[in-house]
Structure formats: structure tokens, C-alpha cells
């Protein structure tokens, strides 16, 4: 089990996660818990982080990853970037759905502007730190000792992807309303193209800053409050508004990658290595 988790860490963390969040929701279905619990499946990248990291490398593993949440002096430029890119990028997104549509989307949040910060606290925690401990801390640094940065960012966003594909079949979830409005291959391959783009920026930002997964888990938790929370992107503009939105967020992934280089997406630090060892 050791070696295979070393060997496949990706194709571990996909597996394990997958089954720890689909197990609450199969349990709630069938009545056997309360319907909250369902949200469990949102903890469940960063816990399944844990399980295998305390198989790879037993305790020390489990204090490796969870020291990265530690990590938070890494200078205001990153925290600007972690808690204003998305919002811009949001913005941006309805700017450029009313220029080329005849709808008009108002600029404005559908919620008080307030309620941001109640949304990013609940969705940094549950979004961010449910998932950032896997896809960013525990995978990053490993597939970083064989591939470039760029490659490592290429296989989470399929693998992130993946552990997404459920909800494009369970009604109610957003996923879900983009298959019935365009179909299910649009829907996924739009999604795998936004989640591959984010995933690079996150590589970014974690490599950029001595691998903290607290400013992974505060871009990913504060990208879900503007997206989803304040702007509504895609009640509000449909699958076209989530296209702009992802075609914004490739193209910043493009100038990061021609700027920082893709070995490390940086200029200024190594590309974040785990250097595995045998207890």
C-alpha cells in the first residue's frame, strides 16, 4: 500500500477522496443520516491527504502537510492576490457577457456586499482547507519531484476534475444544470479547462510561497465566494458567462506560465519537492 501511494499519489488521492465524499451522500440518500451531513464530502481531498500521508510516512507525513497550513507570512502581495484576483476576474466576466449579450447582468453582487466576508470564512474552510490539503499540499510537492510545475499543475486540474464528475449527474448541483443546458461533453470539458487553469494559478501561488497551503486554501475558499457567492456567475449568465469566466482564467494561466516558466512557475524559487523517506 506504501509504494503504491509513493508510486501513484494522484491516482491515490483521487480514489480516496472519491470514496469518502460519495460515501455521506450514499448514506444520506438511503436515509441512514441527517441531509447535512452530506456536506462531509466537501472535507474529503484533505482528509483522504492525511490518511495517505500518514501511510506514506506515518506521523511525520501527517506534521509535514499539516505545517503548511502554518505557513502565512508570505507578504501582502500574495494576500491581495488571494483575496481581490477573483473578484476582478468576476467582474470582468459579467463585463464582457453584457458587451456581447443581450441580456444585462448587473455589476452588483446578488447579497449585500457584507456577506462577502461570512462567505469566505465558511468557504475557506470547508472548499479550501477541505481541499488544499490534498490537491496543493499533498500532491504538489510530489509530483513536483518527477515533473515540471506546469505538468504537476496539468494532471491535478484532470484529477481535481474527476473527483468532480458526480455532480454533473446529481440534480440540483450546479454541474448538473450545465449538462442539461449544453450537454454533458461542453459542460465537462469547459469545467476541465476551468479547473486545469485555476489549478496552475494555485501551483503559482504555492511555489511562490514556500508551499503555504493557507494561501492555496484562501485563493480556492475567497474564488468560491466571488464566483459562486457574490457574483453568481452561472445562475445569472448561464453556461456563456462560464465560458468568458474560464477563457479570463486560461488566459492569466498562459501569461503566468510565459512569465514564471514552467519548470517552476516562478523566476524567484524552486518548485516546492517532497523528499520521500521510508520510516
Known amino acids: 500500500m506504501t509504494n503504491f501511494v509513493k508510486k501513484y499519489p494522484a491516482l491515490s488521492l483521487l480514489l480516496l477522496a472519491s470514496l469518502l465524499a460519495i460515501s455521506p451522500m450514499t448514506l444520506v440518500s438511503t436515509g441512514l443520516l441527517p441531509a447535512g451531513f452530506s456536506q462531509l464530502g466537501a472535507l474529503s481531498a484533505s482528509t483522504a491527504a492525511i490518511i495517505l500521508a500518514a501511510i506514506e510516512s506515518r506521523k511525520r507525513g501527517v506534521r509535514e502537510l499539516l505545517a503548511r497550513v502554518l505557513i502565512w507570512k508570505v507578504g501582502i502581495g500574495w494576500w491581495a492576490f488571494a483575496l481581490l484576483f477573483t473578484a476582478i476576474v468576476s467582474a470582468g466576466t459579467l463585463l464582457l457577457f453584457n458587451l456581447f449579450s ?66 454533473f449527474f446529481m440534480e440540483g448541483q450546479t454541474q448538473y444544470s450545465w449538462v442539461q443546458e449544453v450537454g454533458f461533453f461542453p459542460a465537462f470539458a469547459g ?26 486554501a484562501v485563493v480556492h475558499g475567497v474564488g468560491n465566494a466571488w464566483i459562486g457567492g457574490y457574483f453568481d456567475i452561472s445562475p445569472r449568465t448561464g453556461v456563456a458567462g462560464n465560458y468568458i469566466l474560464t477563457a479570463l482564467m486560461a488566459a492569466v494561466s498562459i501569461v503566468i506560465i510565459i512569465v514564471a516558466g514552467p519548470a517552476h512557475l516562478s523566476r524567484a524559487k524552486e518548485r516546492q519537492k517532497l523528499a ?3 520510516e
Open 102 to 167: 443581450a441580456q444585462d447582468v448587473p455589476l452588483s453582487g446578488v447579497v449585500p456586499w457584507y456577506d462577502i466576508f461570512a462567505m469566505v470564512l465558511v468557504l475557506t474552510v470547508f472548499a479550501g482547507l477541505g481541499e488544499e490539503l490534498g490537491w496543493r499540499g499533498f500532491l504538489v510537492p510530489r509530483l513536483q519531484v518527477r515533473y515540471s510545475a506546469l505538468t504537476a499543475s496539468l494532471i491535478i486540474g484532470a484529477f481535481h476534475t474527476a473527483w468532480h464528475l458526480p455532480m
Open 191 to 216: 469545467y476541465l479547462v476551468f479547473v486545469t487553469a485555476w489549478a496552475i494559478q494555485l501551483t503559482w501561488v504555492f511555489n511562490n510561497t514556500n508551499g503555504s497551503v493557507l494561501l492555496a
Open 276 to 278: 520521500l523517506r521510508s
